[in-house]
């Protein structure tokens, strides 16, 4: 299966700066099947991207993706308060799917 | 609107089973695929497998082959994890979460903590 690392494990930052998470690959991910989501204490997942890059539905233009084969990044322009949280990253190229073991976006 | 709604927190005992419900509203329910995730306390997300409510068909995770059952009843829109022989280290969240064109989860059920305690 594929092992997904997520780094760092917990980053901190202040409102309006840029966040640059990252996710690496034990092998390469077939079709950059990446997606992203953000979880909030007590709340599910929410899909941020998929397909590496493409935005889903609603998620602000402040959240990109990006990356190819084993080494990906989520990418936040500039923080909101409401953007502290854990974020997940999970391969769908390979079986089984997998998660990274998130990152948390802290306030400093 | 989509919506998967949950049942409620569970307790058990070691060795029992526990069955979860996921009930879909706001799309056609055979034409998604459900998965199950789970969330230990203060731990990452694990993926356990999904069904194809269409069809029934299965696919579990290894850890959890002989241990996992999916079913759905299309007549109510409902799919359902059961998890038996249950220990000390099954207490999670347990969310359901729906698939479209591949396999990332679109919408996600708010979650269901089963606990295992004597």
């Known amino acids: 299966e594929i092992v997904l690392t997520q780094s760092p494990g917990t980053l901190s930052l202040s409102p309006g700066e840029r966040a640059t998470l990252s996710c690496r690959a034990s092998q390469s991910v077939s079709r950059s099947y990446l997606a992203w989501y953000q979880q909030k204490p007590g709340q599910a997942p929410w899909l941020l991207i998929y397909?590496?890059?493409s935005r889903a539905t609603g998620i602000p233009v402040r959240f990109s993706g990006s990356g190819s084969g084993t080494e990906f990044t989520l990418t936040i322009s500039r923080l909101e308060p409401e953007d502290f949280a854990m974020y997940y990253c999970?391969?769908?190229?390979?079986?089984?799917?997998?998660f990274g073991q998130g990152t948390k976006l802290e306030i400093k | 609107q989509v919506q998967l709604v949950q049942s409620g927190a569970e307790v058990k005992k070691p060795g029992a089973s526990v069955k979860v419900s996921c009930k879909a509203s706001?799309?056609?329910?055979?034409?998604?695929?459900i998965h199950w995730v789970r969330q230990a306390p203060g731990q990452g997300l694990e993926w356990m497998g999904w069904?194809?409510?269409?069809?029934?068909?299965?696919n579990y995770a290894q850890k959890f082959q002989g241990r996992v059952t999916m079913t759905r009843d299309t007549s109510i829109s409902t799919a359902y994890m059961e998890l038996s022989r249950l220990r000390s280290d099954d207490t999670a969240v347990y969310f359901c979460?729906?698939?479209?064109?591949?396999?990332?989860?679109?919408?996600w059920g708010q979650g269901t903590l089963v606990t295992v305690s004597s």
């Open positions: 069904i194809n409510p269409n069809s029934g068909g299965t």
């Open positions: 999970q391969q769908y190229g390979g079986s089984p799917v997998t």
């Open positions: 979460a729906r698939t479209s064109y591949g396999f990332f989860f679109d919408y």
């Open positions: 706001g799309y056609t329910f055979t034409g998604f695929y």
């Open positions: 397909g590496a890059s």
